[in-house]
């Protein structure tokens, strides 16, 4: 019985690494009730917890919890929770706040187990509030031995859905595929429109280059030919017509001339 449970409480621990994010040395905040009984059982709350995480630990008590041990005068509990680390949790010392506020406030803060605590309590109500937050391990004893509280309702389900997750979304954790994500869609428009560009660019440029160029060419081409052409034009001029009626004629044939070779010509560089 004892091994299958300690079994059972390092897989519920692996649960809480891994979904939760628990490490080691695990944070417990112990009440102040929890060391008053186990005291009286002389029953050790730090080797206790060890024993039952089956890991390194950090039993700690709230300033309001061991403000109520001062009150109950018993010393012997009061040197065990002495030996804890002291949990600020900011409540003023002259006005304790009632210790299982206190550790609900430390605990629940936006329904989640911001601090990643252990709470160990023999107090059912307080047990029972601290369930609907998903990811706080709970340890009560139960007479003379302590016991971890399976996982929460709350806490199995983020646990399933995580699990979900993975298969659905690859092994990658969800957040890190999120953040890949958001920076591959930003890399990955910009070179799919590289890309889109590199690839539409020799096939379809290729002829859309001969237009493009033809067309921006077509003006250069044109104005150089019509140029040389108004220089041959002249020249035919010069050598056919001597006579200097046909300046408006000549400029009318030179233009149509050179618009008609200059696509001619054009049309034939696009073809090789
Ligand atoms: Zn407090």
Redesign the pocket.
Known sequence: MRQKRAKQYRKQMLVYQHTFKFREPYQVIVDDELVMGCSKASFDVAKGLTRTLQAEVKPMI???CIQKLYESRDQHAIDIAKTFERRR?N?PPKD??PPHE?IK?IVNINNENKHRYVVATDNERLRYSLRKIPGVPLIYMNRSVMVMEPLSKASALVSTSKEKNKLTHGLNSVKSGVANAEQDDETGETETKKKRKGPKQPNPLSIKKKKVKSGENEQQQTTEKTKKRRKRSHKKREAGQDEGEGKGDGDGDGEGEGDGEGKGESQGESQD
């Open positions: 709230t300033q309001c949790c409540h304790p706040v206190c406030s």
